[in-house]
């Protein structure tokens, strides 16, 4: 018998590192398989959103030297030794649009963990949303790590049934 699946988002910013705990407490506590999700798109030269200070990796990939699969790897290697017993970590790694893969990742999961970065309504407007759009049309529940929260209180996050 499969186990039930919780899907993370990862980028590697401060949220989406907790929301990467925040599974694999979970995991531990309901038996679920963890599967860590980074999605990253070739840039072209000129990307108007890192003028602005604003790109979407920039905590991630600071000077484009890694690979995004070494990058998640290296995370999830970090997070798991900060948990005892944590369960083994499934990592993919997708090119292309972050909403598109949570999205399509959501349709065998049991649960999809997202964080959410603290940008403003201009950086939205620019880059979208996508913790909007998993809210708004993933095939299962969402939960949210919100910014500024560490896992001790993430036990709190509500989990939007759909």
Same mark, same amino acid.
């Given at each position: 018998?499969?186990?039930? *699946?919780?899907?993370?988002?990862v980028?590697?910013?401060p949220a989406?590192r907790t929301? *990467?705990?925040?599974a694999l407490n979970e995991?531990k506590r309901?038996g679920a398989?963890? @599967?860590a999700?980074m999605a990253?798109? #070739?840039?072209? @030269?000129f990307? &108007?959103?890192v003028s602005?200070?604003? #790109? &979407?990796?920039a905590?991630? *990939? &600071?000077?484009?030297? #890694? #690979?995004?699969?070494?990058v998640?790897?290296?995370?999830?290697? @970090?997070?798991r030794a900060e948990?005892p017993?944590?369960?083994?970590?499934?990592e993919?790694?997708i090119t292309?649009?972050?909403?598109?893969a949570?999205?399509?990742?959501?349709?065998q999961a049991a649960?999809?963990?997202?964080g959410r970065?603290?940008?403003g309504?201009l950086? @939205?407007a *620019?880059?979208?949303?996508?913790?909007?759009?998993?809210?708004?049309h993933?095939?299962c &529940?969402?939960?949210v790590i919100?910014p500024?929260?560490?896992?001790?209180?993430a036990?709190?996050v509500?989990?939007?049934a759909r």
């Amino acid at each position: 018998m499969d186990l039930p *699946l919780i899907v993370v988002g990862v980028d590697g910013s401060p949220a989406s590192r907790t929301a *990467l705990r925040w599974a694999l407490n979970e995991a531990k506590r309901s038996g679920a398989a963890v @599967e860590a999700t980074m999605a990253w798109q #070739h840039e072209s @030269e000129f990307v &108007p959103a890192v003028s602005l200070g604003v #790109h &979407p990796y920039a905590e991630v *990939l &600071p000077q484009q030297h #890694h #690979h995004p699969a070494r990058v998640l790897h290296d995370l999830v290697t @970090e997070i798991r030794a900060e948990l005892p017993d944590a369960p083994e970590i499934a990592e993919v790694t997708i090119t292309g649009d972050a909403s598109t893969a949570l999205l399509r990742a959501s349709r065998q999961a049991a649960l999809l963990v997202v964080g959410r970065h603290a940008h403003g309504p201009l950086t @939205e407007a *620019l880059l979208g949303s996508v913790t909007t759009d998993c809210i708004r049309h993933a095939a299962c &529940p969402v939960v949210v790590i919100p910014p500024g929260v560490t896992t001790r209180s993430a036990d709190a996050v509500r989990v939007a049934a759909r």
